[in-house]
């Protein structure tokens, strides 16, 4: 399960971005992962703050999904897009999925309440992402 945030850049960091040239392959994947950390942080923090909180019974929980959560390289689609994703290495030690074990702490399932972490990261990481975006385009325009 990969959460999907897609985030409007604001004009004048297009604006920027066209200003790249030739570099813009070598710069966009750094900007972008500079604000995919900004998101996997919040994602590992809230994840952090639900998992085996509030249960009904002792909590199981190993750890397992915590660890497996990361970010991956910046990659190219084939429209030219740049694309990061956060999301859960796969497959657990016990063969269980972490997508469908996120998915189930996410959204709940009969007599287990929702517990989102996902959700929330991307409207409480919206601008610190866009900022460190900017900030890592600026930088990296000003070493060219």
Known sequence: MMA??????????LLK?????????EILPKVLESGAEVVLAKV????SSVV???TKEDSRSTGELEKALGVTP???DRNGDFNVKIGFAE???????NAMIANILEY???????????????TQTK?????AMKNKLESEMNSL
């Open 74 to 76: 910046a990659l190219q």
């Open 4 to 13: 999907k945030a897609d985030f409007k850049l604001p004009d004048d960091f």
């Open 108 to 122: 709940g399932k009969h007599g287990q309440p929702p517990k989102p972490f996902l959700k929330p990261a991307k």
């Open 17 to 25: 971005v066209s200003r790249l040239g030739d570099k813009t392959d």
């Open 44 to 47: 590992k923090s809230n994840l």
């Open 52 to 54: 085996g909180k509030n």
């Open 91 to 97: 497959p657990r030690s016990d063969g269980k999925s």
């Open 127 to 131: 601008n610190a992402c866009i900022n």
